[in-house]
T-cell receptor, first 110, second 116 residues
Framework: KQEVTQIPAALSVPEGENLVLNCSFT??????LQWFRQDPGKGLTSLLL?????REQTSGRLNASLDKSSGRSTLYIAASQPGDSATYLC?????????FGKGTTLSVSS | GAGVSQSPSNKVTEKGKDVELRCDPI?????LYWYRQSLGQGLEFLIY????????KSGLPSDRFSAERTGGSVSTLTIQRTQQEDSAVYLC??????????????FGAGTRLSVL
């Protein structure tokens, strides 16, 4: 059974810092991996999708990497801003369903 | 519409009552998914639709839960004889198709269900 773990569960940083969020999964047979952002009381916003054949994806200040063989992904956020404060969720796809980690709650102080 | 729309946004019900939750996916998206987000459990998959059929309903927790989709568009999740443990946020997502970049799932804001 696929399990997704995110470390740390919570993170507080001052504005301007670069940071890394970690995601690990137990079964390397995945179709793709997605990173989402969730703001309180709202749905999920897709940030990046990495296909199983890809190693990384970039969007603006965000960079996500994927190492299938070791079952790991990282989300790198450059020059963090208070507006980045949210819960970040990692999810792996088995084709239909997404299997989610429990998220990392990020707080960026100004 | 521009995004995935869910209604109601909040629902309070008494234990034992039936509830219906509605999801209106992004126009043209053939795939539709229901998830449940509860405290301590994280986000759990419930059911997947391709068109009007549900080839994967492996996440439905009991036979009190059912879902349908009509016209390849709107979907309804029904919970019969609600229990307190059904209290959660129910999220709907849709994607253009399966496979590749088309598999990006777009989520609605969810329905917060409270069973008293």
């Amino acid at each position: 059974k696929q399990e997704v773990t995110q470390i740390p569960a919570a993170l507080s940083v001052p504005e301007g810092e670069n940071l890394v969020l970690n995601c690990s999964f137990t079964d390397s047979a995945i179709y793709n991996l997605q990173w989402f952002r969730q703001d309180p009381g709202k749905g999920l916003t897709s940030l990046l999708l990495i296909q199983s054949s890809q190693r990384e994806q970039t969007s603006g200040r965000l960079n996500a990497s994927l190492d299938k063989s070791s079952g790991r992904s990282t989300l790198y956020i450059a020059a963090s801003q208070p507006g980045d404060s949210a819960t970040y969720l990692c999810a792996v796809s088995r084709g239909t369903a997404l299997i989610f980690g429990k998220g990392t709650t990020l707080s960026v102080s100004s | 519409g521009a995004g995935v729309s869910q209604s109601p946004s909040n629902k309070v019900t008494e234990k034992g009552k039936d509830v219906e939750l509605r999801c209106d996916p992004i126009s043209g998206h053939t795939a539709l998914y229901w998830y449940r987000q509860s405290l301590g459990q994280g986000l759990e998959f419930l059911i997947y639709f391709q068109g009007n059929s549900a080839p994967d309903k492996s996440g439905l927790p009991s036979d009190r839960f059912s879902a349908e989709r009509t016209g390849g568009s709107v979907s309804t999740l029904t919970i019969q004889r609600t229990q307190q443990e059904d209290s959660a946020v129910y999220l709907c997502a849709s994607s253009l198709a399966l496979g590749g970049i088309k598999n990006i799932q777009y989520f609605g804001a969810g329905t917060r269900l409270s069973v008293l």
